[in-house]
């Protein structure tokens, strides 16, 4: 192939800024803050699941205490109308008022009881809902922490973004300047090794930097200038220029 060693030079412009675009493209892939918000996204999920299931917990102690208060609210209202009837005068068999001391005794006794389980449902419950304030509070922290990991990979985007369109717009240009077959081989050694051209410099070719023998810098001397040369190593366009050394 042949083409004005002005075109070929532009071949390294060209190269240039599209590593300056691989770069930008490889740095919005790796920003540390996609990875840091995959993870918090794991941890908001995590606390959200935990969030439930504590609220859940709390939910079902407070059923519980509401129906332990009540059985004490039975059993005392049982108490009272016992004591009600003793205090009346109403019953007089000595039996009978054996019987029903006794049942006030023992209603007494219950009513103690549920209202010990009252105080330890509600101790669980008091804990129950600590558990929940202080996993919303993380949920929240970790939320808050996400939002401000989004807002910066989003500047970042921006900054990175408005390089690459600037980038692209000079490429474009540079592009335009060089003819469409040389365009063409360039493509598709860019497609094949990342870097399409590299310039040959005391040397060395610049993509591969592998020294050039003798033999080798003497045939490129006796090339003809628009000849388009291709590094024997890496299959690169080798681009020649005032520091190549020939
Ligand atoms: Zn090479």
Redesign the pocket.
């Given at each position: 192939m042949k083409a004005a060693p002005e075109s070929q030079k532009r071949l390294l412009d060209l190269a240039e800024l599209d590593s300056v675009i691989d770069r930008l493209a490889h740095r919005r892939r790796t920003l540390p803050e996609l990875a840091e918000i995959d993870e918090l996204a794991k941890r908001l999920a995590r606390l959200a699941t935990q969030v439930i299931e504590a609220e859940t917990e709390a939910g079902d102690l407070a059923r519980e205490q509401t129906k332990a208060e009540s059985d004490v609210d039975t059993v005392r209202a049982r108490a009272e109308r016992d004591q009600k009837r003793l205090d009346s005068g109403a019953v007089t068999s000595p039996r009978d008022l054996a019987s029903l001391q006794s049942e006030i005794g023992s209603l007494q006794r219950r009513q103690g009881d549920l209202e010990e389980v009252v105080l330890e449902i509600m101790e669980r419950r008091e804990a129950a809902d600590t558990k929940v304030r202080d996993l919303v509070a993380q949920r929240d922290e970790v939320a808050s922490a996400r939002a401000a990991a989004e807002d910066r990979r989003d500047a970042a985007f921006a900054e990175i973004d408005k390089e690459a369109a600037d980038t692209q717009g000079r490429r474009t240009a540079v592009a335009a300047e060089i003819p469409a077959d040389l365009l063409a081989l360039y493509t598709k050694l860019k497609d094949q090794y990342a870097v399409g051209a590299?310039m040959l410099r005391h040397g060395r070719?610049?993509?591969?930097?592998?020294a050039l023998s003798i033999a080798e810098m003497n045939a490129i001397k006796a090339a003809p200038h628009d000849e388009v040369l291709r590094?024997?190593?890496?299959?690169?366009i080798?681009v020649r220029t005032a520091e190549s050394g020939l």
């Open positions: 590299a070719c610049q993509g591969c930097k592998v590094c024997e190593e890496c299959r690169r080798l």
